[in-house]
Nanobody, 123 residues
Framework: QEQLVESGGGSVQAGDSLNLSCATSRSIINTRCLAWFRQVPGKEREGVASFINSTTARYADSVKGRFTASKDNAKNTLYLQMNTLKPEDTAMYYC?????????????????WGQGTQVAVAS
């Protein structure tokens, strides 16, 4: 069982920032493709940021310039820094791990998922 545990969500105002964390294991952070997704009820899970390599991530157009994904291998933790939040960013946010070609924003590319952390942005 791959372990992924998200934290850092909350309720904020539009324009505020949040920094999400995803605690995982050494084997996952060193060997798996890793990404952040989000989902609102009634819609498919949407890829937000996906690591192409250890330092570079690919982003969804809707979050480019506002969100930054990073990894701290020493702490076995992923981060998603979210700035200038908008009401449309409201969703459950998940970190995910998979195998194959890294950098995909497609849900089908990832096999392992955390339980999610809720983000709510008020206008």
């Amino acid at each position: 069982q791959e372990q992924l545990v998200e934290s850092g969500g909350g309720s904020v105002q539009a324009g505020d920032s949040l920094n999400l964390s995803c605690a995982t294991s050494r084997s996952i952070i060193n060997t798996r493709c890793l990404a952040w997704f989000r989902q609102v009820p009634g819609k498919e899970r949407e890829g937000v940021a996906s690591f192409i390599n250890s330092t570079t991530a690919r982003y969804a157009d809707s979050v480019k310039g506002r969100f930054t994904a990073s990894k701290d291998n020493a702490k076995n933790t992923l981060y998603l820094q979210m700035n200038t939040l908008k009401p449309e960013d409201t969703a459950m946010y998940y970190c995910a791990a998979g195998e194959g070609i890294c950098g995909s924003l497609a849900q089908r590319s990832f096999k392992y998922w955390g339980q999610g952390t809720q983000v709510a942005v008020a206008s």
